[in-house]
């Protein structure tokens, strides 16, 4: 039991970090610092984020309408807890 506790805290972890780290690097709001360019902030979400570089771009187009629903899927239950943040939600479906 005590192993099982430990890789479903350690788990949890992970889950925390990933939401943590998408909802830092990849939606973006147009009050944020985090990338110099406005073009960016202005579209609430990235496309391809690389060590240098980060786009409002997908491998197969630049729709900004491909960059926000590439980060919509997979649809699943934890998605709700990724997505939280109605403002948010209400904000970047105005851009698409």
């Known amino acids: 039991q005590q192993q099982d506790d430990?890789?479903?805290?350690f788990t949890r972890l992970l889950?925390?970090?990933e939401i943590q780290g998408v909802q830092t690097y990849w939606?973006?709001?147009?009050?944020d610092t985090i990338y110099d360019s406005t073009s960016i902030t202005k579209n609430y979400m990235v496309g391809n984020l690389g060590m240098m570089d980060v786009t409002i771009s997908t491998w197969f187009g630049?729709?900004?309408l491909y960059?926000?629903?590439?980060?919509?899927m997979p649809i699943t239950p934890i998605t709700r807890t990724l997505f939280a943040?109605?403002?948010y939600i209400q904000q970047e479906f105005k851009t698409i």
Not at 6 to 9: V, Y
């Open 85 to 87: 943040s109605n403002a």
């Open 27 to 31: 939606h973006v709001n147009k009050d």
């Open 67 to 72: 960059v926000h629903m590439i980060n919509f």
């Open 15 to 17: 889950l925390a970090m």
């Open 6 to 9: 430990t890789i479903i805290d």
């Open 62 to 64: 630049n729709n900004p």
